[in-house]
């Protein structure tokens, strides 16, 4: 059983930073991918940002150039730096981690951001 706890999450002005960090635990060789996941209310869940064990990362074209993850294999975990942060980042973050193919969710952090 793998699990995944979030923390990081709040309230921050339009320009405003927040880091998000993931802590995995459980049976684990290897996690690859890890990444973060959003959903805003009324939207589908979408992909913000991913990274693989060996570093490779992908970035949603709208986080591009504000967002950044990185990884700690050592610590099994992962983060997300998210500078110049606007309102239409609100969303619940979800951290997700692939182990032997089987994906597994945390359970979500709050990101609000007032214009």
């Known amino acids: 059983q793998v699990q995944l706890v979030e923390s990081g999450g709040g309230l921050v002005q339009a320009g405003g930073s927040l880091t998000l960090s993931c802590a995995a635990s459980?049976?684990?060789?290897?996690?690859?991918?890890m990444g973060w996941y959003r959903q805003a209310p009324g939207k589908q869940r979408e992909l913000v940002a991913d990274?693989?064990?060996?570093?490779?990362?992908y970035y949603a074209d709208s986080v591009k150039g504000r967002f950044t993850i990185s990884r700690d294999n050592a610590k099994k975990m992962v983060y997300l730096q998210m500078n110049t942060l606007k309102p239409e980042d609100t969303a619940v973050y979800y951290c997700?981690?692939?182990?032997?193919?089987?994906?597994?969710w945390g359970q979500g952090t709050q990101v609000t951001v007032s214009s």
């Open positions: 459980g049976s684990i060789v290897s996690i690859n991918p």
């Open positions: 990274i693989s064990s060996i570093g490779n990362t």
């Open positions: 997700k981690a692939v182990v032997r193919g089987y994906p597994y």
